[in-house]
């Protein structure tokens, strides 16, 4: 009992740490695509809800802002250079660093879409980014001032996925944990936060990384970090880097069954973990949980061919699965997999949560707002982003009462509260 009095209160204190105009990384505080805010506008304008800021010149790419004590940070490529921008909430920039190298022609010739990559996370007053190439740094968010830097290839034996490192890396107390994808040092890692020291690698699960990034799940008292890798779903210790559960449902790539990528990162609720892909005959799955003697098992729940959800996340509203389906939108019991709903919406993108209301962002610059109800589908309003070059891979995200949506070169802000 106390050790699980202790937990709440280590939980209730992270949470109440972060402001609640923060969204401190990607897909928000808890990693699960929703916010906490209440009292935003139900529907907006016809052309779009009060732009109340456009920030230009945060360089090509497709990570989403981040926002800690009304500082914005983003990243993108400007030149030949990946670089970190920091803002404070009236647009005005405070200050820039030269990350590393950008992942573009110049260093991947066969791989397209150059641009930022992953998503930076803010723990405190530092800011942590790992780029399309490797290169992991520690950042000052006051100022920029960089602490300390690892090459997760060089140092931590990893290998660079075709398309770069896309994953934002995760904090759990003092530990940060990436997923550098070593073949004989393991696929995930753990360093030391305030040094960079490595603390853990686990060495028995050598998948190699895809463009996911992990979530920490606790079901049955047992604190796990779950990612989806190359081979498939795969759950390890936060503490050392033990295998928990694998689920390899979803290996194969490069077999016939699919040949491209795994990039949405898993979500979980009430025992169940959710994965979806684009690339692959199964389309998406859901395992539960299950206790036993030695630990935990993954077990298949349901599992759909018919699911098609190339990189723009899902979220989960009351054991309902909230996600999009090739140009369309969707509605799916957690449990059963059973469909609800479908609509086309603003085409293919992605998807966040806030104050009952689900904000999708289509690769093409449309941003539409639905109901999340399972009861049916109900696109409430709609606006086309003003400009942008290239697909618009971005996630929305709800902070202080703004929406904010990165396309390209240009980040938008705008005022959603009632």
């Known amino acids: 009992m106390r050790s699980h009095c202790t937990l709440i209160l280590a939980l209730w204190v992270q949470v109440a740490s972060v402001h609640a105009s923060d969204w401190p990384q990607f897909r928000g505080p808890n990693r699960d695509g929703k916010s906490p805010e209440t009292g935003l506008l139900k529907e907006w304008p016809a052309a779009g809800p009060s732009l109340v800021r456009m920030i230009s010149g945060v360089g090509g790419g497709f990570s989403s802002p981040v926002i800690g004590e009304e500082r914005i940070f983003i990243t993108g490529k400007v030149g030949d250079d990946l670089k970190i921008f920091c803002f404070d909430g009236s647009g005005r920039k405070i200050w820039e660093r030269t990350h590393a190298p950008a992942f573009s022609e110049a260093n991947a010739p066969h791989s397209p879409y150059p ?60 530990k940060l944990i990436c997923t550098p994808g070593g073949e004989k040092t393991g696929t995930f890692a753990a360093l030391n936060k305030k040094t960079g020291r490595l603390l853990w690698s686990s060495t028995d699960v050598t998948e190699r990384a895809e463009y996911a990034s992990p979530i920490l799940v606790e079901y049955n008292n047992v604190r796990q970090v779950v990612n989806m890798t190359r081979g498939g779903l795969v759950a390890v210790s936060p503490e050392n880097g033990k295998l928990i559960w694998r689920y390899n449902r979803f290996a194969g790539i490069g077999t016939p069954e699919t040949t491209t990528a795994h990039c949405n990162s898993p979500v979980y609720a009430d025992g169940y973990v959710f994965e979806a892909t684009s690339y692959h005959t199964r389309g998406g ?97 709609t606006f086309d982003l003003p400009k942008g070059e290239g697909p618009c891979w971005t996630h929305p ?8 949506l990165r396309w390209d070169d240009n980040l938008y802000v705008y005022d959603i509260r009632e």
């Open 115 to 174: 641009g930022a990559r992953a998503t930076p996370t803010i723990d405190g007053d530092m800011i942590y980014l790992l780029g399309g190439l490797g290169r992991l740094t520690a950042y000052r968010t006051s100022n920029g001032e960089p602490i300390w830097s690892v090459d997760v290839v060089g140092e931590l034996g990893g290998r660079v996925p075709p398309w770069g490192y896309a994953e934002s890396v995760l904090i759990d107390g003092d």
């Open 285 to 381: 799955c859901a395992v539960v949980l299950q206790p036993m003697a030695t630990g935990l098992e993954a077990k298949l729940a349901w599992e759909s061919p018919r699911l098609s959800c190339e990189h723009g996340g899902y979220v989960i509203i009351d054991g309902y699965l909230y996600m999009n389906q090739g140009v369309g939108w969707s509605c799916l019991e957690l449990k059963t997999g059973e469909e609800r709903w479908s609509g086309r919406g603003p085409g293919k993108g992605s998807i966040i949560y806030a104050d009952g209301m689900l904000y999708c962002l289509g690769e093409k610059g449309k941003m539409g707002l639905v109901e999340a109800s399972p009861i049916e589908f109900k696109l409430v309003s």
């Open 397 to 404: 995200v709800s902070a202080g009462g703004n929406l904010y």
